[in-house]
């Protein structure tokens, strides 16, 4: 039987974590609102944006997104991965994608040093700058150097968490703003590393700085991405199948991305979706929800976090403390503690005054499934 995966099919859906999507569905607003602050005047709010998603909402597709749209801007982008190097990797990412728009300035001659501006040639310190200077100093630098080409400099910092290098950057930051360098932040990062962070005072002006929360995206637009998707490559789908597609994947980003391949893979070339390939693909794609993202958020929890999250489990999707309590019995533990400490790991989180919710779609039934 041939399949779709010989042809352009295969680039339609790709569920790994950390690629851009083919598409990158329903967050036109936050994009948007981020697009649009990159214009206004340096030190704006919405240049400085953090980003707040659980496992697999987008976060890291969101950068990618960003990255793209503010190279068109007029923005030399630097994206890194949080970690105690970071500044210097922000730098050389900054030098490394705004090399080009240096082409034609001819490289000096050896030796020479521009030691007032700190460049030998393009973007590439002198020798002086580069051993003198630290991380605040060299993006001035930069700075001033593509403001002379009327580009900006946009840092993009994925996996956010507390750490010393993560201070240096963000103390930078303010004083390049203070200094009216064209520079713009945006951060990405588990709702629970992120809440740790603000604590830490050094960090107190994220607390100023614009945050988007990445929720479940709308099944609407994903079953419209699927009819769109299964129509370019000749693959019929009933409305009850696109339906049914949509739902399942209940707004979960990375499962839109699951379900959307194993329906192309079961599916003979340019034929048509049936329940029993739809039975098949949300079967494969469950199996890798576990893999991916149940185990690894379960895997560091204790055997009692566990069983207060199957006694939660079994009270549904959407708990009251006091169902909760009731379910766990009066001898049961006391439910604060294991709350805060859950909410804390991004497992539950709490929308509503005495409200509990999983944070993911699915967490669930696989905890009723396992248990
Ligand atoms: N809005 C979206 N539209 C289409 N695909 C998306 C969207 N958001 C995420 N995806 C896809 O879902 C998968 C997970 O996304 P991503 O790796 O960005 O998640 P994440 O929030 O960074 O997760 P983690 O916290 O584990 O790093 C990827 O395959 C990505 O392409
Ligand atoms: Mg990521």
Known sequence: ???????????????????????????????EKFMAGLKEPVGSRDRCTLFLGQRGMGKTALLLE??????????????????????????EQLQLNGSKYFDNEKRKMT?????ALGFTFGLTFSEAAERQYGFR???????????????????????VHTSAAMREVAAAYQELVGDRKNVAIAM???????????????????????????????????????DKAFKSIKVEASDKILDRAA????????????????????????????EAIMDKAEKAALGDMDKNVFEPILNPLSDNDKLFLTALARC?????????????????????PYRKR??????????????????????????????
């Open 137 to 159: 100093s060299k993006m001035s630098l930069l700075c001033d150097k593509l403001a002379e080409k009327g580009m900006g400099a946009l840092i993009l910092i994925d996996e």
């Open 188 to 226: 990405a990062g588990l709702p629970h590393a992120v809440s740790k962070l603000l604590n830490d005072s050094v960090l107190t002006f994220l607390n100023r700085a614009n945050r988007e929360e990445l929720g479940l995206i709308s099944t609407n637009l994903i079953r419209a991405y699927y």
């Open 66 to 91: 960003l990255s793209d749209r503010a190279q068109k801007a007029g923005y030399v982008v630097a994206r890194v991965t949080a970690h105690e190097g970071m500044s210097q990797a922000i730098i």
């Open 316 to 336: 549904g999707e959407t708990v009251t403390t006091a169902k909760l309590q009731a379910e766990l019995g009066p001898q049961g533990p006391a439910i604060q």
């Open 247 to 274: 739902l399942s994947t209940r707004g979960f980003p990375y499962l839109m991305q699951l379900i959307g391949y194993y329906v192309i893979q079961y599916t003979p070339a340019h034929g048509v979706v049936t």
């Open 342 to 371: 859950l909410i804390e790991a991004g497992v539950i989180e709490s929308p509503r005054r005495g409200e509990l919710v999983f944070a993911v779609p699915y967490l669930t039934e696989y905890l009723l499934k396992i248990c």
């Open 1 to 31: 039987m041939k399949k779709n995966s010989q042809d352009n099919s295969q680039s339609l859906f790709q569920p790994t974590f950390g690629n851009r999507p083919e598409q990158y569905i329903g967050r036109d607003g936050v994009i």
């Open 111 to 115: 030796g020479m040093t521009v030691g």
